[in-house]
């Protein structure tokens, strides 16, 4: 991982590949070298899909080493959706199998000269760039699909869908799964769009005859992973919750606490909740012939997720996760799992974030375009994205243009990017990461729900201000170094509760490189990442009056706990304030 | 004018009318009020569609008096199109016959409890508020003739069409003409949208039984109305060209100047020009029985609209504005005046901005939607945004969405505002007016397009960054005082020129309202508008990157003169450093 593969597109002649040496960026990984790269190389003013955006995808720092859970890989540029700098980060195979083919970071630059699009192919003899307009507005599983018969079983694929050929702002980028099926996405911030308008349709990856990555002391290596794993299977949630019942184990839980954003966040508990829970999901799966357990990236030991078959026992989709079971669940008032399970497949085929898309279509729905509650009316929409109709086009633009085009008031968005699963409101330390992230309204950014809800890394009172933004911030940066590394954020969990669990992280990365980071030096690194971000988006002309939630959160009360977000703007201005 | 008409919309039972004196807003008019009320008293995080933000009507201070030109209207709010302060201001009769009812002001207020559309009548009795759904989804010019039955020949009407009640972000708010046609048009910002989200469909004034304003200085005003008028008839343009040929003789003006935006901004001459140019326009009209040189509201003594008939000489629109020539002419590389002028009746009728429409409709094209000169095509979309249906709502949402929902990337906006008829890179004074013009692009708001081109109030050449930052201050600085004064921004070409003009006007205010105002006074007052408005935006979330030109500006040269927008952003910080 000591070079970066840099793909002129608009070269003369068609797209050109350069491999350079990692220089300036060198000890950067996953999330740090994307916003590194854009930060730098990309003008803060530049269009999205312009020829001066560039498209980074970066495996983490331990990506293709032998440490459990590091097969994260980050997506980055400017972003289409927020207009400010974007991460999207996905699990999937081709963060461990691009990080073993020795590349730091693939980076898609310039703007394609004609309509062709483009299949890449990377293996240990380098790197071939092809014309392939037979893929045109293919679906993701019918790309993978087609690859698979070109270049054999041994491989992984990035791959965007129709929604990103369209450039869609809420089009996502697709990664295989261990089952060589699209199901992983970077799904936030239409990281598919920017990949689209480089003309770029799909990226294959075959790390035959290459190795796993050499840490600098192997035998210190080795035992701490150990530890490493040991600490992730003794946490309750990383060594039961999530292995039984996957990320939707949450669906019962927000919803008991009256943070499940419900009916297009017009309130806080959902009477069909225990329908679409993840017992019930698991449960489903089972009895179906699918899997409850089981990762999506070799070298998982959480398995959070697993295989959701149809009634008749055919594959349908991969278990739907958590945000996606709510978005387009409960926040379109659907407490139907089989339709849920067919939005999720529809919107990973097309190539969609789940979590705008269920926006989108409850701010449609609170528009009266359809009803809530209307599973086959949402289905219906979903398709009309992948067809690209006018309609299409607008929901897939995601919530804050639907809400723009329909009229409606209540847009759940913060820069732009639709609110995960947990209500401001109810989760108030949620609330400030949504508010504040550089990437809008993401949770995976600062899960605060952990201290709020479940009662990780102590407790603070998710229903009062005071601790949140102490929470957020301490969540942001330690996040922002857990995405560098490739790590699964889910790690979180027992790095939270568990203090040697945190040294053993730590101790992987000073193995692996050969450097003696303290706990502190991770603190330094994660707030460095944050202001290379933070520096970016002010200088794409955001200010602290972009980090606000939408003004109905503050004024109107969610049940069932009636309650608003009660963090002032005065204590959000401290989040960065370290 | 002493009192301000609030109308709270929101109120029990139903909106509720409360007549409140002027109080600190004393002493201002138009712009200067409608800015003053929405910059105090609309929260800057408020959703534009929301219970907080208001809609300001307010008559300039000249308004409703014996002084020619002093017809026009301003519509203040929170825009849903630029997310910042809005001012829009219209010709037409409601201006003199609000200011002679006593108003300085209509407020619309808080958020109607139902779905319910009111209609609002103002005579010297008081006011009636009344619900009449028959109106829903009615065109302004069946809201008129429908006003003209139940409340008789003597009103002026300010309305909304179908695109304001869909709360569309490019609708207009539409004024009666003297002929009691809905053609004038507060076209800018999406105030038919903000007046939609009120409830209101139209606002019947009836100013029998009042009479004209009386000066306190009656015979001084009477013997500097005459100056007044005497240097707007001198002047070349306010007293030959525009009279002549309208607005519309700058087409074969800009075309020849190469700064004529052909193509959504993709070149800047039109081959087509002639054909669509005012002389070509004035010509078909006088043949067709219309009117070549007609007043947009009495006591205008310039006289630049007309009545365009079609080609059995019936009625079929006002004449269309160069802009509205220009957008849905060379912008969509369309050249012939009836579809030109049947697009004009549409927008009118619907409600909708012509300017954001032609440049929406050119954003369509260059996503391939229709061909660049398809002016049945063009005429479909505009229908299809009277129907609602989504492509029409895209449409009707304005350039900057379309461009988004397309996946465009030449979009020609500021601050999500489409440019109008002149293109930055060849009239490089009038860019930086749409750079950092609080309004977003708005060639009104500080018309360099007259000593860039016309020779009017000297020579600054356009193709050169030079001089441009000074002469778009001195003129946004001016234009603010006379947008308050109720005074037609075409009066700036005498003003410009003729220093006992300018002399004039002042004369004209301080024998109205006793005031010993200089020059530097009135400059004064605009700076002060323009902070208000300034300072509103920056509330909002606006820094000096929303001061900017749309990339391709700078990087694409514009034929024939092959330019690039040269002015740098350093110096475009300087606008308002006075």
């Known amino acids: 991982m000591d070079k970066i593969l840099r793909i002129d597109v608009g070269a003369e002649g068609g797209p050109k590949a350069t491999t350079v040496p990692i220089g300036e960026y060198a000890g950067l990984g996953g999330r740090a070298l994307t916003s590194a790269i854009v930060s730098k190389e990309v003008p803060a003013a530049s269009h999205p899909l312009g020829e001066e955006n560039k498209l980074v995808i970066a495996p983490g720092l331990l990506s293709g080493s032998m440490s459990a859970m590091s097969g994260r890989i980050s997506v980055g540029a400017k972003s289409p959706l927020t207009g400010g700098i974007k991460e999207a980060n996905s699990g999937g195979q081709p963060s461990q199998v691009l990080a073993r083919l020795g590349y730091a970071a693939i980076v898609l630059e310039g703007k394609p000269k004609g309509d062709d699009l483009y299949k890449i192919f990377i293996n240990k003899d380098g790197v071939k760039i092809s014309v392939d307009n037979t893929l045109k507005m293919f679906g993701n599983y019918d790309v993978v699909e087609k690859m698979k018969k070109e270049f054999g079983e041994k491989i992984a694929c990035i791959s965007i869908g129709p929604a990103g050929e369209m450039k869609l702002a809420a089009s996502s980028v697709a990664f295989t799964d261990m089952e060589l099926r699209p199901t992983r996405h970077a799904g936030r911030g239409g990281m598919g769009a920017v990949m689209g308008s480089k003309g770029v349709k799909v990226i294959v990856l075959d790390d035959t005859g290459m190795s796993m990555r050499q840490p600098k002391d192997a035998d210190k290596f080795k035992e701490v992973n150990k530890k490493w794993i040991a600490g992730l299977q003794a946490h ?170 329909l009229g409606v008031e209540r847009v759940p968005v913060v820069k732009g990017q639709a609110m995960p699963a947990y209500d401001p409101r109810a989760v108030q330390g949620i609330g400030v990461t949504y508010a504040t992230s550089p990437m809008g309204a993401d949770h995976t950014s600062g899960y605060a729900v952990t201290s709020n809800i479940l009662g990780v890394g102590g407790t603070v009172d998710p229903l009062r201000p005071e601790g949140q933004v102490a929470l957020s911030r301490a969540l942001q940066i330690a996040t922002a170094f857990i995405d560098s590394l490739g790590m699964c954020i889910f790690t979180a969990f027992a790095l939270m509760d568990q203090p040697e669990t945190n040294q053993a992280l730590i101790d992987l990365v000073n193995a692996f490189y050969g450097w003696n980071w303290t706990a502190d030096d991770t603190a330094e690194f994660g707030k460095k990442v944050l202001t290379m971000e933070r520096d970016f988006n002010a200088r794409a002309g955001f200010t602290k009056e972009q980090d606000r939630l939408p003004l109905f959160m503050k004024n109107q009360p969610l049940a069932p706990h009636n309650v608003t977000f009660q963090v002032t703007d005065e204590e959000l201005d401290q989040v960065f304030n370290w």
């Not at 927000?254 to 017992?279: D, L, V």
């Not at 729905?365 to 690209?388: S, T």
Request: hydrophobic share 35%.
């Open 236 to 405: 309750g949630v990383t060594g039961q919750a999530l292995p039984a019942y996957g990320t939707n184990v949450l669906t019962n839980i927000i919803n008991e606490a009256g943070g499940y954003p419900t009916y297009n966040f017009k309130e806080g508990r959902f009477a069909g909740a225990a329908k679409i829970s993840g017992e019930v999901e698991a449960e489903t799966e089972t009895k179906r012939g699918g899997v409850a357990t089981h990762g999506c990236h070799s070298g998982c030991v959480i398995r959070c997720s697993g295989i959701y078959n149809d009634k008749d026992g055919h594959y349908l989709t991969k278990q739907p996760e958590y945000e996606t079971v709510w978005a387009h669940g409960g926040n379109c008032g659907i407490d139907d799992l089989d339709t849920i399970a067919m939005l999720d497949f529809l919107d990973d085929n097309y190539g969609l974030d789940t979590i705008d898309m269920g926006a989108a279509i409850g701010v449609a729905m609170e528009a009266g375009l359809l009803k809530f509650g209307d599973g086959q009316g949402a289905i219906n929409l979903i398709k009309e994205v992948g067809k690209g109709t006018p309609l299409g086009r607008i929901i897939g633009s995601g919530a804050a243009v639907t809400g723009k085009v």
